[in-house]
């Protein structure tokens, strides 16, 4: 889940996107040339000037491709701490272990990189709750996600991954997987099954799901491109009926859950928000954050593992050896056995590093800050630029390279604390998923791999596009030989 950040990320996209489309074609080379100096703004703070004076350097970030690139860019120019402008508001960006480590116990999120999806999750989302209102919902909500609870949802996930094992088994071995959508879509079950209840035991409640936000998202895409549908059209209807549905849906299982006369064995994250008592709009609003926000990150990180164990068979091969042994030919992932995947726990860690699958998150500072020798306003948004870090040559030798031994102890032991923070920082706004996707990762993994190989086909050309949730540009196709 990832700190929710396919919100923050859509938004930044979107709206670089339609302010590209608005700007003027520069001719002028010096125009977007990337300088460093101190005194461009009052905080003396080394960066980028303004290369607009309405965008600020808005332009910049979309000609670079995306947020990430444009950091990347910035801190090899001017050094682990910079600052932009975001329109007329100063930026700072950090990348540095130590820079994280001083801002670590930030809560506070930008709420404006957030606002477009509001249509979407309601302004009563968790996803712009800060302060006391923030910390005290994050209190009352992880217990749904503890190591207890995430433990308790292992039955869940292999059963899930064993049907899809019963389906890939008679899928001819020539032919081609869409691996991105298959994992996604095992993803939507993970988190509705486990975490909303027997509601979702029906199949065809998770496939209406699954449509209906289809047709929402793919409406929110549109208006990203700075179409919007105009009042009363067919398209607004759609828009409207899809939103509403998954409105509708959550009390729905409400209902469910309350009208059921079987006493639950296991108490999941919708019971938690009703015994809360919250209000009807925030309950609704934090159940849809929830409930996306748990399927987009983790079927990517699962959608990128499975392509680099399909382009590195050795380490394959690996994973495959220590699976049969902690399992055998057809064990399952057990609470007690979890234990035994250290070298599948590498694997995901070099997985959430190499595609740098979370690139930055955004925090801001209720007092004034001191970083570097620089005084960091209070409420400066501040970008904590976490795939540059996942990039550092210094810490991370030749970066591309996909090599989960970077993780083995020792080397883990000889990198500073807060080189590798890819859920966000403990303690604080941590992401709340973070146990659920490292146990849905290693149960995924280990029975897809204990029961065949992937391969990728030849010629396949994959490009990631940089978020804040890194996802493939164009769909991943993978092969699949038996291993018994």
């Keep these: 889940m990832l700190d929710f950040a396919i919100f923050a990320f859509t938004a930044v996209v979107g709206l670089i996107i339609i302010l590209v489309l608005l700007l003027p074609d520069k001719k002028d080379a010096k125009a977007n040339e990337w300088r460093s100096q101190t ?12 290369s607009d004076e309405k965008l600020g350097n808005l332009g910049d970030v979309a000609q670079s491709g995306s947020l990430h690139q444009y950091l990347l860019n910035l801190h090899e120019r001017c050094g682990s701490i910079a600052a932009f402008w ?21 809560f506070d999120r930008p709420v404006d990189l957030f606002l477009l999806f509001e249509p979407l999750i309601g302004k009563m989302s968790i996803q712009y709750a ?31 991954v064993e049907e899809k094992i019963v389906e890939w088994e008679k899928i001819p071995r020539s032919e081609h997987i869409p691996i ?23 199949d065809s409640e998770v496939d209406k799901l699954r449509m209906m936000y289809n047709v929402v998202w793919s409406e929110m895409e549109m208006r990203l491109d700075g179409s919007m549908p105009e009042e009363g059209s067919a398209r607004m209807k759609r828009f409207e009926e899809g939103r509403q549905w998954i409105k509708d849906l959550v009390h729905r299982v409400v209902e469910h859950r309350q009208q059921s006369s079987a006493p639950f064995s296991k108490l999941v994250f919708i019971d938690n928000l009703m015994s809360l008592g919250v209000l009807d709009e925030q309950f609704v609003c934090d159940s849809i954050s929830y409930m996306i926000g748990g399927f987009h990150t983790s079927g990517n990180q699962i959608t990128w593992a499975l392509y680099y164990l399909a382009t590195n068979q050795d380490v394959q091969d690996k994973v495959h050896a ?81 090599d989960p031994d970077r993780f083995s102890p020792d080397n883990v032991k000889s990198r500073p604390n807060f080189a590798f923070e890819p859920f966000g920082f403990a303690g604080k706004r ?20 204990q029961r065949f190989r992937v391969c990728l086909p030849p010629g396949q050309i994959v490009e990631p596009v940089h978020g804040l949730v890194t996802s493939p540009k164009d769909e991943i196709w993978i092969t699949l030989e038996n291993r018994l």
């Design 39 to 50: 005194k461009y703004n009052p905080h003396g703070i080394p960066g980028a000037p303004k």
């Design 86 to 106: 975001w329109q007329n508001t100063l930026v700072v960006s950090l990348a540095s272990p130590d820079l994280f480590r001083q801002t670590s116990r930030l």
């Design 130 to 160: 800060n302060d006391e209102d923030g910390r005290e919902r994050r209190r009352n909500y992880d217990v749904s996600f503890s190591h207890e609870a995430v433990n308790d949802m292992m039955d869940v996930f292999n059963k899930l």
């Design 180 to 202: 991105h959508k298959e994992m996604v879509d095992l993803a939507i079950k993970a988190i509705v099954m486990t975490s909303f209840g027997d509601f979702f035991n029906d």
């Design 322 to 402: 220590e699976v049969v042994d902690a399992l055998g030919a057809g064990g399952r992932v057990t609470p007690e056995n979890a234990g035994k995947f250290s070298y599948l726990k590498q694997v995901l860690n070099e997985t959430l590093r190499a595609s740098v699958l979370a690139p930055y998150a955004a925090r801001y500072a209720t007092e004034d800050t001191i970083l570097n020798g620089y005084t960091i306003p209070k409420g400066t948004p501040m970008f904590h630029a976490l795939g540059v870090v996942l990039q550092d040559k210094e810490l991370y030798p030749d970066p591309t390279r996909f």
């Design 430 to 449: 941590k992401c709340p998923g973070y146990r659920f996707a490292s146990t849905e990762g290693i149960v995924f993994l280990a029975r897809l791999i």
